[in-house]
């Protein structure tokens, strides 16, 4: 039934079935880590050791590949670990990746120093340019990785485009699609092989949870080679569940049913969280102390029509230039009320975050790095007239 149901009814009921011994609606929180066996072998369900599965996660991870589209979902104890466990089962020393140049920080981090310890290599490229990914994909890439909307400039990558390329090249392409959440953008359905989230966002929405998940998509075969497609995407998406079981990064039970309980909602804390950041980043568009806003909701942003295109909101993330600089941006950062000052995105709760000194601290120096005049807004879902007006405090401070 939950198969054809449309996505807000799937985030509500997919793997969420109600409790068959009780009848409760929502179902328990298995807070265990082992399983009573009935003779030697005799699991039930399944359920052998919690590190290779547990019933919270198992309905956390049914939830989640229905959100997108998807085959298979695991769930994972942080965003990173996902995208570590994705990158480890895929790569060998001397392989090569091709990652957004402004892509979050922690990605970046990962794939250059803890990956490329191990001999993989990485070139760092703007993927809202299409001509530039090609000339980039060598004969060693095995993954392409964007992240689009991008962070912290908001640049729009077209996915259906660049899982063609991908697929032409015989290049896994992944598509960590934190910042629209499934809710506005379904990666798989225009041609990503696999999905990557930091739950920790949008997903779990209440900043009160750390998680990450991976979702493959059901046709995978031509990325990673020739052969059939299902028995490419079954292989792929095997290895990383033996990586998950293996290497132990998964999410806790309480975890996984704090980031379920989250995803219930996500639909109706989407549209307000993309109606609120309109409203605030017309009125910071106005002010003469913003050079730009970085928004893919605005007529002014370059990836608008392709955001129209392949999203079905543009989402509660912007980013502003500030006119006089480094020193602007962190007045600014540290002058609104409303807005609080700390790292992370896509609670209910509005943020500012100052990228250079804060989330993307690691990347100075780096081809990623964030011009120091950039402030980026996680806008909440209060109400906006309070946003507003708080976002004009600020603005009158400069
Ligand atoms: C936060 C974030 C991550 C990392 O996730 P964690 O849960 O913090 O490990 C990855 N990608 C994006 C876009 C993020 O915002």
Do not use: C
Request: proline share 4%; hydrophobic share 40%; charged share 20%.
């Amino acid at each position: 039934m939950h198969d054809h149901a449309r996505f807000d009814t799937r985030a509500i009921h997919a793997g969420q079935e109600f409790d068959p011994t009780t009848g409760a609606v929502i179902p328990p929180i298995y807070q265990t880590s082992t399983y009573v066996q009935d003779g030697i072998g005799g699991l039930r369900g399944g359920y052998e050791y919690s590190r290779g599965g547990n019933p919270t996660r198992t309905a956390l991870e049914t939830q989640l590949a229905a959100l997108e589209g998807g085959e298979l979902g695991l769930s994972f104890a942080s965003g990173l670990a996902a995208e570590d466990a994705l990158l480890r089962t895929v790569l060998a020393p001397g392989d090569h990746v091709v990652v957004g140049n402004d892509v979050y920080g922690g990605t970046h981090r990962l794939i250059r120093r803890v990956h490329g310890a191990w001999g993989v290599r990485h070139t760092t490229v703007d993927t809202s340019d299409l001509d530039a990914v090609r000339a980039a994909i060598e004969p060693s890439t095995k993954v392409l990785w964007i992240e689009t909307p991008s962070n912290p400039l908001m640049k729009i990558s077209d996915v259906a485009a660049l899982a063609e390329l991908g697929r032409t090249a015989g290049v896994l392409v992944v598509v960590d699609n934190t910042f629209a959440s499934p809710a506005l953008q379904q990666p798989l359905a225009l041609g990503a092989d696999v999905v990557v989230h930091s739950t920790t966002k949008y997903l779990g929405g209440h900043s009160d949870v750390l998680g990450g998940a991976l979702v493959f998509g059901a046709g995978l075969g031509d990325a990673t080679g020739a052969g059939s497609g299902r028995t490419e995407l079954a292989d792929l998406a095997e290895r990383v569940t033996f990586t998950q079981f293996a290497a132990g990064a998964v999410s806790g039970p309480f975890d996984a049913f704090l980031t379920s309980r989250g995803i219930k909602t996500l639909g109706v804390r989407m549209e307000r969280h993309s109606s609120n950041a309109l409203a605030i980043a017309r009125r910071l568009e106005e002010h003469a102390g913003i050079e730009r806003v970085f928004y893919p909701g605005l007529e002014s942003h370059p990836g608008h029509e392709l955001a129209a295109r392949q999203m079905s909101g543009f989402g509660g993330m912007l980013s502003i230039s500030l006119a006089g600089g480094g020193e602007a941006a962190r007045r600014f950062a540290e002058s609104t009320e409303l807005f609080q000052l700390a790292e992370s995105l896509g609670g209910v709760e509005s943020l500012v975050n100052y990228p250079s000194e804060m989330t993307h601290a690691s990347v100075k120096g780096t081809e990623a790095e964030v011009p120091e005049s950039i402030v980026r807004l996680s806008v909440g879902i209060e109400d906006v007239a309070d946003l507003l007006a708080d976002i004009d405090g600020a603005l009158a401070r400069l």
